[in-house]
């Protein structure tokens, strides 16, 4: 959840390190610092808050240093406040250290450590780790990296630790295991981020570390380790990522811009794919696993947030295209509830980071099983890709904004684009609807490029009801799932109480939520279900309610019963999700920024949720 930078070659340490936590804000922000190792010995400056106040509180400090570590914190243990804030140092003065993670067996440790007299300064469970790393390296007379790493067997939970020793001024020791660490190598130098985007104007050849690896990292060498002490061979990989890619680009944040892109982040799912003229659907990641799939039993598909409205979407079109049973389970849930896995049982395992902490280690327990594992993940090289059999990578770039939007729409590119292969291949879908379908998938990006140049009066719906106290979101079919997202959308960005709710069970309890000052958002485009939503409006009407409603260009009836309304093309049920989802993204987003808030990075949300 916390974001961590580190650098160790000929450079000024701290303009690379400020600038890394930076672009590493939207994994937390509620606290922010740095260590490095100077003339003045190591030095660490660390502050409650985001990295700009950390910066204005150290003016006119020593910052001089060509190695050092920095964090920007999510809170786990211990209130936001400087004392908490990270990097933390060890009792004995020479260790400083960052973490991203969670150390389940922490009060353990800390009474075995207070039994031998040492003092906490802070209430984190990362000071316990050092003092615990500490205690085993003066205890046994060893080095740093050892003591590294029989603490770590000690340990239960997840971790990336960065380690600075003021004995040992160049060099970097890190280890990582359930959260995301990436070694960016250079000729003399190299960087180390939760994520690739601190060093991108750096270098563009990077080493992914796996669980239990141990890295020992100097200017001029890196040195991978396993737990066991053995010799890993790095394996660099070449980034496919511009700094372009990670700037906002003339947008007022982060999440406008992404918005924005998902005309495009839609095409690049779908280019070299999709060939509606030849009728064809090619996939890598897939295709090795199609016989696997087509004979399945049971699809499950697990995901968190956002993700897993996408999987409840796909729940739809792979039972409707492929004639399989799917079930979508919360990943969290789905991890501790001891589920019924048989061998070949296929699970899709969706998650924009691929680092998602209940995600991972549900599909390990399943693969575990005898389950297939297919990942639908964003981040090439992320812990869940590289766990899971087969997959595909959605390629919607880098999403900065911690509210989810074009990941959502690449998810459901691919997820289409899946079942559409499946249900053909296995002869439960027609030529005649599998040709409509490719064609309408393919039209997409063009679709949701109007339904953008058409959204100028969404600001305008946004003002006007940015006062309201709850908000209820109501879909049917396909549109449910699109309404459950509408609503974790504004919840997200604007603090407002919303709840998404299948619009046929209104009647069984949310009606009587409606009065007149209650906005009830209809994801109302034409579909199978479409006279029956127009029912449900009429009996919000008949109670005073506002109506709000995503509907599609042409649709008198549901304009005339709305109160407002936001427009998007004609497309067939199937592919409409992608479409009807844009304006509920944008009344969350305005919405946000109505009343003031930072919508890139909303109060106690972080981007990628590494522990649980």
């Known amino acids: 959840m916390c974001g961590i930078v580190g650098y160790t070659g000929p450079r000024e340490a701290y303009p690379i390190i400020i600038k890394g936590l930076k672009r590493l804000e ?5 606290s922010t610092g740095v260590a490095l190792h100077n003339s003045d010995g190591l030095k660490i400056f660390k502050k409650k808050g985001k990295v700009a106040e950390l910066e204005d509180a150290i003016i006119g400090k020593n910052l001089h240093a060509t190695v050092g570590i920095g964090h920007t914190r999510w809170a786990t243990h211990g209130e936001p406040s400087d004392r908490n804030a990270h990097p933390h ?17 922490y009060i353990q440790l800390k009474q075995e450590l207070t039994n031998k007299g040492y003092i906490f300064t802070s209430e984190t469970d990362t000071e316990v780790l050092l003092n615990f790393i500490e205690e085993i390296r003066k205890n046994n007379q060893c080095y740093l990296e050892e003591a590294v790493r029989v603490a770590l067997k ?9 380690i600075l020793d003021e004995d040992n001024p160049d060099t970097i020791i890190a280890a990582r295991k359930g959260s995301p660490l990436v070694i960016g190598v250079a000729k003399g130098e190299h960087f180390l981020g939760s994520d690739a985007s601190p060093m991108l104007e750096y270098t563009k050849e990077v080493v992914y570390v796996n669980d ?13 380790k396993n737990l066991g002490n053995e010799k890993i061979t790095p394996y660099v990989q070449k980034l496919d990522l511009e700094l372009a890619a990670i700037e906002k680009g003339g947008y007022d944040h982060f999440m406008l811009k992404e918005i924005f892109e998902q005309p495009q982040t839609i095409y690049d799912c779908l280019r070299g794919r999709l060939d509606a003229e030849a009728g064809t659907i090619t996939m890598s990641g897939i295709q090795q696993y199609t016989e696997q799939i087509v004979n399945a039993n049971r699809i499950i598909m697990v995901a968190c947030g956002t993700s897993w409205h996408a999987g409840l979407v796909a729940e739809y079109i792979f039972e409707e295209l492929c004639r399989i049973n799917v079930e979508v389970e919360y990943a969290s849930e789905f991890r501790y509830r001891n589920p019924v896995i048989n061998k070949g049982d296929v699970i899709i395992a969706i998650s924009q980071s691929g680092e998602t902490a209940d995600t991972l280690v549900a599909i390990e327990n399943a693969k575990q099983k005898g389950a297939i594992i297919l990942g639908v993940v964003n981040v090439v090289g992320s812990s869940i890709a590289r766990t899971s059999h087969g997959g595909a990578y959605t390629h919607a770039g880098p999403e900065i904004g911690v509210a989810s939007t074009k990941a959502f729409t690449a998810q459901l590119a691919v997820l289409t684009m899946i079942a559409l292969k499946i249900g053909y291949i296995k002869g439960t879908i027609s030529e005649e ?7 309408e998938l393919q039209q997409i990006p063009e679709k949701a490029a109007w339904t953008l140049k058409h959204s100028g009066k969404i600001k305008e719906l946004a003002e006007k009801y940015k006062d309201a106290r709850d908000f209820l979101y109501l879909g049917r079919g396909y549109n449910f799932p699109v309404a459950l997202e509408g609503a974790l959308k504004l919840k997200e960005i604007s603090y407002l109480h919303a709840e998404g709710y299948p619009a046929a069970e209104m009647k069984h309890g949310p009606i009587a939520l409606v009065e007149k000052t209650l906005p009830v958002v209809f994801v109302a485009t034409r579909d199978a279900w479409h006279e029956k939503v127009i029912s449900n409006m009429q009996e919000i009407k008949a109670r005073k309610g506002k109506v709000v409603a995503v509907i599609t260009e042409g649709d008198k009836t549901s304009e005339q019963l709305s109160d407002d309304v936001m427009i998007v093309p004609e497309a067939d049920e199937i592919v409409a999700p992608m479409l009807s989802v844009v304006p509920l993204q944008l009344l969350a987003y305005y919405i946000g920024v109505a009343k003031g808030y930072d919508v890139d990075k909303p109060r106690n949300l972080a981007k990628s949720v590494t522990v649980e």
Not at 26 to 30: I, N, T
Not at 154 to 162: P, Q
Not at 433 to 439: G, K, M, Q, V, W
């Open 154 to 162: 000690r340990v239960t939970g997840a971790y990336v630790i960065l």
């Open 89 to 105: 140092r060890s009792a004995g003065g020479k260790l400083a250290m960052i973490h991203n993670g969670i150390i389940e067996n």
């Open 212 to 224: 239990y690896e141990l890295a020992i990292v100097k200017p001029d060498q890196l040195i991978l």
């Open 433 to 439: 609807r599998y040709r409509h379908l490719l064609n």
């Open 26 to 30: 939207y994994r937390g922000y509620d």
